[in-house]
C-alpha cells in the first residue's frame, strides 16, 4: 500500500484513542466494543475485517490492524481501525476477543471477512455511500497495482 493510499484509507477511517490511563487487556477490548456499539439501535449489525498490515514511510516494521464497520441508530456508516503496531499476535488476540465480546452483547449480527475486498463490497452493500465505494475502489486498486495484496502473510 502506498503512502498515500495509506493516508486516505486514514481519512475514511476513525480510530478510538486511547486515554492516557493504563488499563488491562480486556477492559481495552470492552472499551473499543463500547465505542463500536455506540448509538447503533436495535438492530446492531457489525463487519470485522481480516488482519491487514502496513508499513509507514521510513519504517521497515509491519503495522498491523483491522477494522470494524458498524452504521448509527442514524444509518450513516462507520469504521473503526484497531491497531496493534508491529505485534501481530496480539492484534490477532484483539480480533478474536472483540469477537467474544461482541457475541456477549446479543442480540447482534457479526460478519467476519477472511479477505479485505470483501469486507469492502459487503460494506458498500449493505451501508451504501460515497465512503464505503472509496474504500472498494482503494483496494481494487490496490490489488491491481501489486497482486501480492491481499494474500495471506
Known amino acids: 500500500m502506498s503512502h498515500h493510499q495509506h ?4 481519512k475514511m477511517t476513525r480510530t ?18 463500547d465505542h463500536v456499539l455506540r448509538d447503533t439501535g436495535a438492530a ?5 475485517s481480516p488482519l491487514v498490515w502496513t508499513i509507514d514511510n521510513g519504517c521497515d ?14 444509518g450513516k456508516f462507520r469504521i473503526d481501525n484497531f491497531h496493534c503496531r508491529n505485534d501481530r499476535n496480539l492484534a ?9 465480546e461482541f457475541v456477549s452483547r446479543r442480540p447482534i449480527v457479526i460478519h467476519e ?10 460494506c458498500e452493500v449493505a451501508w451504501p455511500c460515497e ?16 497482486p501480492r495484496i491481499g494474500q495471506p502473510g
Not at 465512503?131 to 501489486?146: F, G, K, N, Q, S
Request: glycine letters at 2%.
Open 61 to 74: 516494521t509491519r503495522n498491523w490492524y483491522f477494522l470494524v464497520a458498524s452504521a448509527g441508530s442514524d
Open 113 to 122: 471477512f477472511d479477505d479485505e475486498l470483501r469486507f469492502a463490497k459487503f
Open 131 to 146: 465512503r464505503t465505494t472509496r474504500i472498494r475502489i482503494d483496494v481494487e486498486r490496490e490489488r491491481a497495482e501489486d
Open 16 to 33: 478510538k484513542q486511547p486515554s492516557n490511563d493504563r488499563c488491562s487487556f480486556g477492559e481495552a477490548i470492552k472499551t473499543f466494543a
Open 44 to 48: 446492531r449489525t457489525i463487519a470485522i
Open 7 to 10: 493516508r486516505q484509507r486514514q
Open 92 to 100: 490477532e488476540r484483539s480480533r478474536i476477543a472483540l469477537m467474544v
